[in-house]
């Protein structure tokens, strides 16, 4: 099997209502769509959600990387020799995980269709059979954050991730709302995208939240501050997460060597796709660290790839791709049985593309032959 073509999607996928973190509000997700066309005629999708205060990459970029660097060398390449594209991506460019992962997962998703197979078989097989779907908060005034999580509660959801990191004393009211509006039973995770900036304030915050049972908090301190990490879980019993401080296999090392999280986040964007993830699943498991799978918000298509990895490792314990019910459009069908999600056995990613959804909110097109 080969390569024949790469279409490429600049798309905005609208919001219900706005995303809101630390350093950012999205009205919309900017993301790349990778058709990827074969001379037997199977079709694979993947998608590429960039974050410039994650990966460094824009969407813009992206479309352009895949254009002119990653795109041309993989033409006329086996789309299931996945080692090989890996290397022939990462000698293209340097980087670039956001690229390289929506290239990753149409082969993936091509691999499945081509012997009949949902990813996850393909990387180990379905070891989990439902993972609860957590709420996310978006940052907003207290009683606001509360009453969405309440009412979110009478739906059935029974955790909750909060966005904070704006405002220490703010973000402090922010969790406690929360967790008295929601009751001691709920799970309640709390992500700071970097927003406590260092350690000592961190440790300000966590020492006025020790009684609100906690189930982690995500990267307080800025990404490359490690040892930032390594201080705070010393002098909290809280558990911590970090997030954008991985990426690659390097950073996971430098993880495990200094015990520096209970805890990481595996997002596709970052580490370059399905293969990548898999890896670092399995050096956390070497090191007895948990995993999560998270996500920078993408369509059915990331998502549902993102799940694949999560159902098919043990090391994985806990999802946060709820990209798909953020959005008043969507250029997938994944289906959430909320507050569960579950996974068919439809072979590839096991989802459909609407094309005439797809072109309805594309902004810029490119091909690649």
Known sequence: MK????????IHLPLHVPFIVSYQTYDYMPSVIVRIETDEGIIGYGEGVADEHVTGESAESVLQIL???????????????IEKIHELMDQSTYHAPTAKAAIDIACFDIIGKKLNQPVYQLIGGKYHQEFPITHVLSIAEPEKMAREARNMLEKGYRSFKMKVGTDVRKDVERISAVRAQVGEETAIRVDVNQGWKNSATTLVALNQLRDCHLDWIEQPVAADDIDGMVEI??????????????RGQREMLEIIQKRAAHKV???????????????LAHQAELAGIECQIGS??????????????????????????TGPLKFSKDVGNLHYDVPFIRLTEKPGLGIDVNEEVLRELTIAEELVR
Do not use: R, W
């Not at 390569?3 to 999607?9: G, H, V």
């Not at 879980?233 to 991985?246: F, Y």
């Open 3 to 10: 390569i024949t073509s790469i279409n490429l999607y600049v």
């Open 296 to 321: 920078m918000v993408e369509s059915s298509i990331g998502s549902a790839a993102g799940f694949h990895v999560a159902f098919s490792k043990k090391i994985i314990t806990s999802v946060e791709l």
């Open 67 to 81: 254009k002119h660097t990653i795109g041309p060398v993989l033409i006329g390449q086996n789309p299931m020799e």
């Open 265 to 279: 986040n595996i997002k596709l964007m970052k580490c370059g796709g399905i293969y990548p993830a898999v890896k």
């Open 233 to 246: 879980k010393a002098k909290t019993t809280i558990p911590l997460m970090i997030d954008e401080g991985l």
